[in-house]
């Protein structure tokens, strides 16, 4: 499968913005969804995860309450709407697939390449 993130940019402490990743190849919904982040320098971190139905999200603690992960099968599409954004959201966003059902684990096979994000104070 292939991946497309888009919908990155440039947005003030507080604000909004709503990711999209668009995927190619292989039945989309046969996977589980991920997106992951990543500053230079700093390790990759995981963001949220949801389930091939779409009816399982699963969230990292610091986007908790923040972030919602959805998708639709018919569109080959997942998204990650991203609200009260704060300055420590920047980063490279990275969209993941993988056939694995284990929601929590981030043993992604696909990737897609990054959108940035940037969030200003």
């Known amino acids: 499968v292939q991946l497309q993130a888009s919908g990155g940019g440039f947005v003030q402490a507080g604000g909004s913005l709503r990711l999209s990743c668009a995927a190619s190849?292989?039945?989309?919904?046969?996977?589980?969804m991920g997106w992951f982040r990543q500053v230079p320098g700093k390790e990759r971190e995981f963001v949220a995860a949801i389930s091939r139905s779409g009816t399982i999200p699963y969230y990292a603690d610091s986007v908790k309450g923040r972030f919602t992960i959805s998708r639709e099968n018919a569109r080959s599409t997942v998204y990650l709407q991203m609200n009260s954004l704060k300055p420590e959201d920047t980063a490279v966003y990275y969209c993941?697939?993988?056939?694995?059902?284990?929601?929590?684990?981030?043993?992604?096979?696909?990737w897609g390449q990054g959108t940035l994000v940037t969030v200003s104070s």
């Open positions: 190849g292989r039945a989309f919904g046969s996977y589980t």
């Open positions: 993941a697939a993988k056939s694995s059902v284990a929601i929590n684990r981030p043993d992604y096979d696909y």
